[in-house]
């Protein structure tokens, strides 16, 4: 009975709790005749309601019953669903998870009784019970029936948890094996001449030889056939061939029940073009002589499975020195790296996201580390030749090849993103690797996984979690193998000969691999404590110098390093006992010439990184200028004082420069930075800050020495451009204006000649050469530029903005902030300067045209010659110039009337534009994008050279460098630069229409 409108029944509201969601079809369905004792039984509800999908579970319970025999075999199904728990849960599961398998019962209505008979004593058969399920099959069509029937059995104890998903598709394999065999001997049976005259070994290869199937997969295969005694070798390849085609057409062939897989042997040599069977001979003289690198990855998974097992045997072991040899090979690393960047550009771009087996973070980056890590290692280490993933993942980790924490993590996503596949194709038994896009079949799967709770919202996080941890690891281990390198050479306790030493080190992308032996050796040799704790920590550091673009500087500053501090009783003690000071010490040593050579000159500095998470955590500029004015106060003199502030400024440059390093390359317990912006924001407000503070102990090493306490004059400095901004790059120059106020009874000359005396002296302190990045101080946006005086009164600067300013200097105004000297001072210049970049009336059509032709004036005159424009990242179209001149245009014409857009601050102002509906959502995050994507390439030339620059390096190495702080592996360089050249150019296109557009 169906419940009247707005009035649910009980029943509807079981069905409802029980996961149903079309809860009145449900019911309709359960009012039907003979469905009175699932609709009152309340165990079988519950495990409709356990099922992946309840809706199609009672759907296809509803077929079965209906095609059962008579009312007497519907009622025994009903009994026996009822009585026996076991059956209960695999049917319903298996009906709940695949609508193909309930087809499959549907057609063959007593095949549900299979799963009664397996009991905890039959949960994991081999290929010996599926051979026994196949042995009555006398033809294509049976052999599929007991195909499926075998099938059906695997999917009940997956759904039910019986089986991990590694079982599962080891079942899978041996049931493909069983059938092949099958398969075989029926092609024997009618050939039986071409049977008798020639020896046939079926080779599994690919997911079928690695014993780890998916339940809809191609079945890869070779061929290996050789002649009988007595017969012409010839004939009998011909006759294996035939018989070879003929198994592959059983397997393969569409039948009134389907078909079973296609068997694909295109792994042959030669691929479609070689013949289908060819003798061990002849196999060999191939891989010997023509075979390609992929072809030997391609091997690690052969294995005998059908017709003659002997000879298939006596063919692995011909090919097997082969294969662990293929490492040796010319551009063996390259060649495999290149094959799986060829499998992702080949992936339709809109399928890319949905891919769980060939796309980024998918199933393929697991195996491809994985196999790429046995092929290099394998040749001396017989415990990792196993062509099952999972265990020689297990393996590597064992070896020590991978670290466990990887090899934990990569099993774990491994293991997860299988048996989404898995899940995925049971529904149809179809062959995909897509993900659902529709909220039906995402649930489906989401329960499927047991994931009960907001299942589609819980898959899709957990799926792109797994995703995310396959890509890093996939991108560390494949890209830059962490190797058991050696690391101790000394007589009698090398692990390693000097040759395979020097080998491992090439694969670890070692450019000179004699001079790595050298550091290595005097890091590690000797019976000392210091080497005990070197050769424990030098595997997993060369694996993370391997990471970077530059392994060799990395092992070299490592070196320079521990011979600076290896007396330190604390030095190797951090590395050693703090993970993480270990990893973020590579991580900066290996990343450019910035941060190691600022730590050569306070080596002492490695203790920042491993302070826990606020080692590296910019101090604020309260706490800068504090420490500054106390080393100035302890100075004798103020050269002195300058060099204390400038050694604070080297170490806490030396703490930014790691945590943006750091936060760029990530760590095994912290995943690269998501956010660019953030990172950008960190860099420039820890570099105006430190650049503040250092200003103002300078400024107080100066009157001190000049004047004492006091100074004859108020005196203060106002930052500008993009130090006003708080975005200061490394190499950025401090713009900046100064200003002063003569104290009461101080003659205004006086007060005059001492303040130019500080600037003079400010300057004269900051300019004496050092190994340090350089502090240059720039007036040139001051009244009157280059021409007016360095330092004016407050009153000078107002006279002269009343009368005198020009669009440019209004326009320079809106990054002004004071940022050292006295603060009521700095408070009333802004306060003095608010109208002019802040006007009432907004901007007149002149104004703004005369903005538009300094803006154009500048790009034509200012940008190097011989420069690429679409590369300039301060210059270019859609750099940082164009998105700053598009944001200061909004500030000035609106900046009163907006109370937002009065910031300093790029990306502040342009946020504000956007809530004040100035600049759309999407026009803002093109800009946005485009801002911090130019900061951060300045910042990584300047990390990365350790001198300033505005545009991509030439030099390979140093582009390769730049491209992985920005997150691009090896080889990935001109995507690098398409990448920015798209950003620029979508960016330069809002630019021409917000700021060269109308008025």
């Known amino acids: 009975m169906t419940s009247a409108p707005g009035r649910r029944s009980s029943t509807f509201t079981r069905l409802l709790r029980h996961g149903f969601t079309d809860p009145s079809a449900a019911e309709q369905l359960l009012d039907s005749e003979g469905l009175a004792a699932v609709r009152s039984d309340p165990v079988l509800l519950d495990a409709l309601g356990a099922t992946a999908d309840p809706d199609l579970a009672l759907h296809g319970l509803v077929r079965l019953l209906e095609a059962q025999q008579g009312g007497t075999a519907r009622q025994e199904l009903l009994d026996t669903l009822i009585a026996a728990k076991p059956l209960r849960d695999r049917l319903l599961g298996v009906l709940g998870a695949s609508e193909a398998l309930a087809d499959h019962l549907t057609r063959h209505p007593s095949d549900w009784q299979a799963l009664v008979t397996y009991e905890p004593r039959d949960l994991h058969p081999g290929v010996e019970e599926f051979e026994r399920g196949l042995a009555e099959a006398t033809d294509p069509v049976s052999l599929r029936v007991a195909y499926r029937r075998c099938l059906l059995s695997i999917a009940a104890r997956d759904v039910c948890g019986t089986i991990q998903v590694d ?311 494949f890209y830059r193998p962490l190797l058991d390198a050696v690391a101790a050479l000394a007589p009698g306790e090398a692990r390693l000969s000097a040759e395979a030493a020097r080998e491992r080190m090439v694969a670890l992308g070692y450019e000179d691999p004699a001079a790595a032996l050298r550091h290595l050796e005097a890091l590690a040799s000797g019976v000392t404590r210091k080497a005990a704790i070197q050769r424990t920590l030098l595997p997993v550091l060369l694996g993370w110098f391997a990471e970077s673009a530059d392994p060799d500087a990395g092992l070299l500053n490592f070196r320079k390093v521990s011979d600076a501090l290896g007396k330190t009783p604390w030095y190797l003690r951090l590395l050693r006992d703090e993970g993480a000071a270990a990893e973020n010490l590579a991580r900066v040593l290996s990343a450019g010439r910035l941060a190691p050579d600022l730590l050569m000159r306070a080596p002492e500095a490695v203790a920042l990184l491993g302070d826990g998470d606020g080692g590296l955590r910019p101090r604020s500029r309260a706490h800068l200028e504090q420490e500054m004015l106390a080393a100035v106060r302890r100075a004798d003199n103020a050269v002195q004082g300058v060099t204390a502030a400038r050694g604070v400024r080297r170490r806490e440059l030396f703490r930014t420069s790691a945590a943006d390093i750091v936060g760029s390359y990530g760590t095994e317990s912290q995943p690269a930075e998501a956010d660019q912006g953030a990172l950008v924001d960190l860099v420039g407000g820890a570099v105006s800050d430190l650049t503040a503070a250092t200003l103002a102990g300078t400024l107080r090493a100066v009157v001190r020495e000049g004047w004492g306490d006091t100074l004859p004059t108020r005196f203060a400095i106002i930052g500008m451009g993009r130090f006003g901004g708080h975005e200061l790059g490394y190499g950025s120059d401090a713009d900046v204006l100064f200003v002063h106020e003569p104290r009461d009874g101080v003659d205004e000359r006086e007060a005059a000649e001492a303040a130019g005396k500080v600037v003079a002296e400010m300057r004269r302190l900051l300019q004496i050469p050092s190994a340090d990045p350089p502090l240059l101080i720039d007036a040139d946006l001051r009244p009157e530029g280059k021409s007016g005086p360095l330092v004016r009164t407050l009153k000078s600067y107002e006279a002269y903005y009343r009368r005198w300013s020009l669009v440019w200097e209004r326009h320079a105004l809106l990054r002004a902030e004071h940022v050292a000297g006295d603060e009521e001072l700095g408070r009333r210049f802004t306060e003095l300067i608010d109208p002019l970049r802040y006007p009432a009336d907004g901007l007149d059509e002149e104004a703004i045209r005369e903005i538009r032709r300094l803006k154009a004036r500048m790009e034509s005159e200012r940008l190097p010659r011989g420069a690429d424009p679409k590369l300039h990242a301060k210059l270019g179209p859609g750099g940082l110039s164009d998105v700053e001149w598009t944001v200061q245009l909004l500030q000035l014409r609106h900046g009163a009337g907006e109370p937002g857009l009065r910031t300093t601050r790029t990306r502040e102002a342009l946020a504000a534009a956007r809530a004040a509906g100035l600049i759309s959502e999407e026009d803002t995050a093109v800009l946005d994008e485009a801002w911090v994507l130019a900061s951060r390439v300045r910042n990584a030339v300047m990390l990365v050279r350790g001198r300033a620059g505005d545009t991509f390096p030439t030099v390979p190495r140093e582009l390769s460098a730049v491209g992985r702080y920005l997150g691009y592996g090896p080889g990935h360089a001109g995507d690098m630069l398409d990448a920015y050249r798209r950003t620029a150019r979508r960016a330069r296109g809002v630019v021409e229409e917000l700021f060269y557009g109308g008025a």
């Not at 997969?217 to 061929?223: E, R, T, Y």
């Not at 039948?255 to 897989?261: D, H, L, P, Q």
């Not at 495999?336 to 199933?363: F, H, S, T, W, Y």
């Not at 099952?388 to 466990?404: I, M, S």
């Open 167 to 477: 079982q599962t598709a080891a079942e899978l394999a041996d049931l493909a094996t069983a059938t092949l065999r099958a398969a075989l001997a029926l092609a024997g049976a009618e050939a039986p001449e071409d049977a008798a005259m020639c020896r046939l070994a079926v080779i599994a290869m690919g997911k079928c030889g690695g014993h780890e199937l998916n339940y809809v997969s191609d079945v890869d295969v070779i061929f290996v056939g050789e002649a009988v005694d007595g017969a012409d070798e010839d004939k009998a390849v011909r006759a294996a061939g035939r018989l070879a085609a003929h198994m592959m057409r059983i397997c393969s062939e569409t039948t009134v029940e389907g078909s079973i897989w296609p068997v694909d042997a295109n792994l042959r040599p030669e691929g479609r073009n070689g013949p289908l069977v060819r003798t061990l001979a002849s196999h060999l003289a191939y891989y010997q002589r023509w075979a390609k690198t992929w072809e030997f990855q391609a091997l690690l998974k052969a294995r005998p499975v059908a017709g003659d097992l002997a000879l298939g045997e006596e063919y692995v072991a011909a090919l097997e020195p082969l294969v662990w040899g293929a490492a040796e090979r010319e551009n063996f690393v390259a060649d495999v790296q290149k094959m799986r960047r060829r499998v992702v550009e080949n992936i339709p771009a809109a399928e890319i996201d949905r891919q769980l087996k060939l796309g980024p973070g998918g199933l393929r980056d697991v195996e491809f580390a994985v196999q790429l890590l046995q092929l290099v290692h394998g040749r001396a280490d017989g415990s990792l030749r196993s062509g099952t993933t999972l265990d020689a993942l297990k393996a590597l980790a064992t070896g020590g090849y991978v670290g466990r924490t990887d090899a934990a993590q990569l099993d774990d996503a491994y293991r997860f993103l299988r048996t989404m596949e898995h899940r995925i194709q049971l529904y149809r038994l179809r062959r995909t690797h897509l993900v659902p896009e529709d909220e039906a079949g995402l649930r489906r799967l989401g329960r499927s996984l047991g994931l009960r709770t907001d299942p589609v919202a819980t898959l899709n996080r957990e799926w792109r979690r797994h995703a995310s941890v396959v890509r890093r690891l996939h991108e560390k281990l």
